[in-house]
């Protein structure tokens, strides 16, 4: 079954807050000024390329921010500018986490099944509850909104709140979750394989000590049962805590995998024979890890290179195909170690590309971040509302679409002014209008 790739459009206020704590990047580029005219631009660029190379691309609007609701919720009133204005005076630090363009990362939006595995043969995506950040927690309701009017047609897509907002259930959505199978490029509706990885559980006696875990496995099983898949077919795995420790808050920074092929990280699972093990029982003879070990590259160079995030795409023209992060490049062991994967004959990878996303990965975002997975038929993809399908028109009208309406830079500083709001508003409204999803925005209500 084709998979197709859904990119978040990097929203207008792209910042940099420091607000993930256990992400290297956020917490490194803190109080820097972004460009969110660039950040927005290298996203479409990507997902140009993978439009280019031939895979089914899919888009989805950003969130509205500041989030003026979550600031009321919280005590500020008056005019929405009167409420940005206390909020940036009394709080700035809650005004960043209202301002955050976080919903740019899709992988956490939403953990998605295909129709060729989850119980009822309908494509099934729950809602993360993103509950460990409050700056992502808050993205929980418009997520759901917006799945809503991509996904609309309820005879093919089941649509799943978030999970209880409790620490039992944190959930990061599909960053957590690789959909295996036995065969490359399998173009038949055979089912697949459902790798979960979490990194705590409830009772957990060991869990990391520097780094908070985001995926607990309650919620990771929760995801599996209400979306009716067989459990013999579903794989659960615990993330290692010195990976978490070492920055890596999510398993698609430690592994990324397609179809048979799992490419991780020596150091990625706690307990990596017996994880790899089950999944060959689960999968078969073909299952083809690759692992990268921590001799040949560091934990350390992994997490800043982002070799991980990458994407892992099967095409028709040009094979197997690594779509890497710059940063991969301009780390030595990774650029050399890629180098000989494509070289080497038995290393099912055929080529590398890379991609300049900058502005995302200061935060902590790469390649493989800003897309949400979504195996589909191609009865599927064509019920997915026509405006949210990538095609080399709308990547023309969004780039104009961009250059009209983000700022060059965005200083932290500069989240209290409540032009900011205005500029945000009037570009979503016109972003609706392009994208074809109807009112979803509070403001727009
Ligand atoms: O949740 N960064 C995001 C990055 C998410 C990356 N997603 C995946 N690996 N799938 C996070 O930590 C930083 C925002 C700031 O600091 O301003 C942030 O939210």
Redo the contacts with the bound molecule.
Sequence with gaps: MPEANFDSIVGPTH??????RG?VA?MSH?GEVARPRDAALQGLAKMRLLHDLGVPQGVLPPQARPAVEVLRALGYGGSDSEVIDRAYREDPLLL?RCS?A?AM?A??AATVSSSAESGDGRVHLSVANLRT?F??MIEAPQTERTLRSVFADASKFAIHPALPNSPLYGD?GA?NHTRLHARSAAPDETAGVDFFVHGTFEGDLDPPRRYPARQSLEASRAVARRHGLDPSRVVHARQSNEAIDGGV??N??IAVGSGPVLLHHSQAFADRADTLGRLRSAIGDTFAPIEISAERVSLQDAVASYLF?SQLVETAAHGRVLVAPRESHDTESVREQLAEFVESPEVPIDAVHYVDLRESMR????P??LRLRVPLSADEWSSVTPGCRFSTELHAGLETWVLRHYRETLAPDELGDPRLLEEGRTALDELTGILGVGSIYPFQR
């Design positions: 910042n940099y807050a420091g607000l993930s992400n956020s803190r960043a955050s976080s990362w992988a956490n950040m700056h992502r990061e960053a808050f999510h698609d920074v995030n935060n902590g975002g790469g493989a971040c």
